[in-house]
């Protein structure tokens, strides 16, 4: 079976400050991994995805994730925080057949002028 | 091009009711996934159609159900509502078949439905 779960249902951070959202994972055969974020009012769009090629994968906006099998972490990481970057947050994990995708509770992320 | 749309934004009603919550995919994608994102619980898939038939179901009662029309868009219908129903019911579509490559989903801004 496969899980996920997100460190912190909120994170707050200063603006130019480093984001880090935390996410761990099981599963029993290597997982494709997922970053998601949702805007106020909006729906989700894909930050990034991990498919077992780089292990570190960058995506959109500036942000980027390791893949750490060793640690069954995804984590995502933004070296300086921008006021847009206020939202939520979901990692998510599947193996074969998206709509088994397993997504987390979540992450809020609050940026601070 | 247009993204994936749900209607109504926003779905009030009362216990025991039924709800109805409609989603036009992106245009050319006929995989239609329908997710309850309940606070603080993530998002649970519901029900995955594709061409027209319901595919795959999460855990959900039967009194969740939906249906594909021939121009790809959906319906999720919730029979006898519960207080606990009350979350964001989003739609999401793929180009991808069940996203075997697992190729990106697409989400619309989701339905916020209360019952009271």
């Known amino acids: 079976a496969q899980s996920v779960t997100q460190l912190g249902s909120h994170v707050s951070v200063s603006e130019g400050a480093l984001v880090l959202l935390r996410c761990n994972y099981s599963?029993?055969?290597?997982?494709?991994l997922f970053w998601y974020v949702q805007y106020p009012n909006q729906g989700l769009q894909l930050l990034l995805k991990?498919?077992?090629?780089?292990?570190l994968v960058k995506g959109i906006n500036g942000f980027e994730a390791e893949f750490k099998k060793s640690e069954t972490s995804f984590h995502l990481t933004k070296p300086s925080a921008h006021m847009s970057d206020a939202a939520e947050y979901f990692c998510?994990?599947?193996?074969?057949?998206?709509?088994?995708?397993?997504f987390g509770a979540g992450t809020r992320l609050f940026v601070k002028a | 091009e247009a993204g994936v749309t749900q209607s109504p934004t926003h779905l009030i009603k009362t216990r025991g009711q039924q709800a109805t919550l409609r989603c036009s995919p992106i245009?050319?994608?006929?995989?239609v996934y329908w997710y309850q994102q309940a606070l603080g619980l993530g998002l649970q898939f519901l029900l995955w159609?594709?061409?027209?038939?319901?595919?795959n179901r999460g855990n959900f009662p039967p009194r969740f159900s939906g249906r594909q029309f021939p121009n790809y868009s959906s319906e999720l219908n919730v029979n006898a509502l519960e207080l606990e129903d009350s979350a964001l019911y989003l739609c999401?579509?793929?180009?991808?078949?069940?996203?075997?490559?697992?190729?990106?989903?697409?989400f619309g801004s989701g339905t916020q439905l209360s019952v009271l």
């Open positions: 999401a579509s793929s180009q991808d078949r069940g996203l075997a490559t697992n190729e990106k989903l697409f």
């Open positions: 599963s029993s055969v290597p997982p494709y």
């Open positions: 991990y498919t077992s090629a780089a292990t």
């Open positions: 998510a994990v599947s193996n074969t057949g998206g709509f088994k995708t397993i």
């Open positions: 245009s050319g994608h006929t995989s």
């Open positions: 159609y594709d061409e027209g038939e319901e595919r």
